[in-house]
């Protein structure tokens, strides 16, 4: 490979929650037993390094001495333009579609604040990432589940009775789908999509899709724009892009929304302008540039190739040596959720326990009933392979040893 996801990258004491949030309380991992070094696997983000030209991007413009008040490059909106296009296939995407969110969340949070009253009900997927749960309760919004559903082939799917039930019951106008989902890993096909998009039609909910994990596709499988599936999901969907999971940019803060529905988009640019510290910051608009260059492309492919591997060695391994530990393949993203319902019964523990015994060895991993999974563990494998390997030497001699 052209790139480095080899290297072991030391991340300590370099601004890294991953791994100096360790031990400090909290959603964080406990710290490890002395002797035992961290293999940061809870927060999603990498360790690798970025793609070379970010910080070529950055570094060129900080020899300029001046940071004063700036307004987006044209550069900036032509970027996405083409990577949606040569990605995901998008046409017809110009500048005014465009808009600024500083973080997917943020730009949750607008979006919502235009289509609901606070209150309002909100259909959301289950298990659920902690994100959407802690966003919408802060702002006064009450999430309802719609479980997925483990099918007989071991994959993810959307309930669409139980939407349409809870749709009706609760009086919800407005939806949050997730695309890729965070924490299942689904990558959703596109009959998946149109038939959730029909449901939403026919009782008038509108959708905040998240996208952010759209790049981060493992391979076999791609990524289908909510947008994309019928002229009504075009003018009913707001969706949520950002560089920040694809190059591992979430610290330089950014991301971007696209809206074709004019009236709503203006009405959510309003509701963003709001707080006046919706604003853009110009390291942050160069680090997209530097992102959606040609050796972005390249960098990203690659990865992609990386994170499968990663996944494919992950789940063979659970599936050979921890009986009891079911997990269902991830077909993007680069988390497993890992169900140790039938382990913890077999062998009488909590998942407390589970945890317990992977932090003490230096597996940061995650608890996942913060994600709505009762026994369950979410994994990073956003790691080079050698500290992946390591990891699942140690939980199979220290915790799921039997």
Known sequence: MKYDFT???????????????????????????????VIP??????????????????????????????????????????????????DGLLPEHIGYANGVLGGVISALNVLCSRGDNVLVHSPTYIGFTNALGNNGY?????????????????????????????????ALFCSPHNPCGRVWERWEIEKAMEIFKKHDVYVVSDEIWSDLTLIGHRHI?????????????VALYAPSKTFNLAGLVGSYRIVYNRGLRERIDKEASLSHYNAMNVLSMYALIGAYRPEGYEWLDELRQVLTDNVDY???????????????????????????????????????DVEKAAWDVGVALQDGRMFHGPCHLRMNLALPMSRVQEAFRRLDKYVFHT
């Open 7 to 37: 290297s072991i990258l030391d991340r300590h004491n370099m601004d890294a929650i991953a791994v100096d949030a360790v031990g400090s309380g909290g959603f964080a991992p406990g710290a490890p037993k002395d002797g035992w070094d």
């Open 41 to 90: 696997m809870w927060v999603a983000d990498m360790n690798f390094p970025t793609v070379p030209t970010i910080p070529e991007a950055i570094i060129r413009r900080t020899q300029h001495p001046a940071f004063g008040y700036f307004s987006p490059r044209q550069e900036y909106t032509d970027s996405i333009i083409a990577w949606q296009k040569n990605r995901n296939g998008v």
């Open 142 to 174: 009450h999430l309802v589940h719609s479980p997925l559903v483990i099918d007989a082939d071991g994959i993810w799917r959307m309930d669409f009775e139980d939407m349409e039930e809870k749709i009706v019951k609760n009086k919800i106008h407005a």
């Open 225 to 237: 724009p909510t947008q994309s599936v019928s002229d009504d999901a075009r003018m009913r969907t």
């Open 314 to 352: 992950a789940c063979q391994y659970i599936d050979e040596h921890f009986e009891g530990v079911h997990v269902c393949k991830p077909q993007g993203t680069y988390m497993l959720f890992l169900d140790c319902t039938q382990w913890c019964q077999r062998h009488g523990k909590t998942i407390e």
